[in-house]
């Protein structure tokens, strides 16, 4: 099995699964957050620029995005608000939440009020927290996905350790042995084998089969 240290390396992550919308009123101005999913810099700018032809008759159309899951790039753009009072914190709404890989634009229609520095730091802020309400957020684990042979004798202890730990039971063949597959969490996994190899005496056969990111359960 691949050793601890080498699959600490790679960390939990969150990320927009399907895009939504939210939207918000303050003080009769109208701000629509939409929300996309995006793997580039270059996914991103398109995205931005739909949501610009779409609402073309908007006062603001501000951005912000987040590329990479330990957020390598970052950009945000104010669209004509005051500096700093849109991008920037409709951004760290997007970084205090840990979400990557993920896009968003608040479209404002103004509504005759000025709301003030402050007060549309705020409202930007919470258009973009209605938009991640309107979608599918999901967190992203690094895990293995294990073979698991047995004898019949073995199946019913193999089935409840699993049950126990909420983990899945997939692909089940019933021949002349079991087998079935899970997928584990790479923290999980040392424990899962050594609690597998006690339950039936070492004669379980394991086999990692795959290693990569999967959406843990919501």
């Known amino acids: 099995m691949e050793k601890k240290e080498n699959r600490e390396r790679y960390l ?11 939207e918000i009123v ?6 629509l957050a939409t929300v996309r999913k995006v793997e580039t810099e270059e996914e991103a700018a398109a995205f ?8 073309w008759d908007a006062s603001h159309n501000c951005s912000a995005f987040v590329i990479g899951r330990k957020a390598e790039l970052t950009r945000c753009s104010d669209d004509g608000e005051p500096s700093g009072t849109a991008g920037r914190p409709m951004l760290e709404v997007l970084l205090g939440e840990g979400i990557c890989n993920t896009a968003v634009v608040v479209t404002r229609y103004f509504g005759g009020t000025l709301l003030g520095t402050g007060g549309l730091v705020r409202a930007y802020g919470a258009a973009v927290k209605a938009g991640l309400e309107g979608s599918r957020v999901v967190t992203m684990r690094y895990g293995t996905r294990l073979r698991i042979g ?5 199946i019913g202890r193999i089935q409840y350790l699993l049950g126990q730990q909420g983990l899945p039971q997939e692909n089940a063949q019933y021949t002349q042995r079991v087998v079935l597959e899970t997928v584990v969490a790479a923290e999980g996994e040392e424990r899962l084998i050594k609690e ?5 005496g070492g004669r379980a056969v394991l086999e990692a089969v795959g290693r990569y990111y999967f959406i843990d359960k919501e």
Request: glycine content about 8%; charged content about 40%; some cysteine.
């Open 150 to 154: 047995s004898d019949y004798s073995d």
């Open 48 to 55: 931005i620029e739909e949501m610009k032809k779409k609402y």
């Open 26 to 31: 303050e003080k009769k101005s109208r701000f």
């Open 196 to 200: 597998l190899t006690e339950a039936t």
């Open 12 to 22: 939990p992550y969150r990320c927009v699964l399907e895009g939504g919308t939210g």
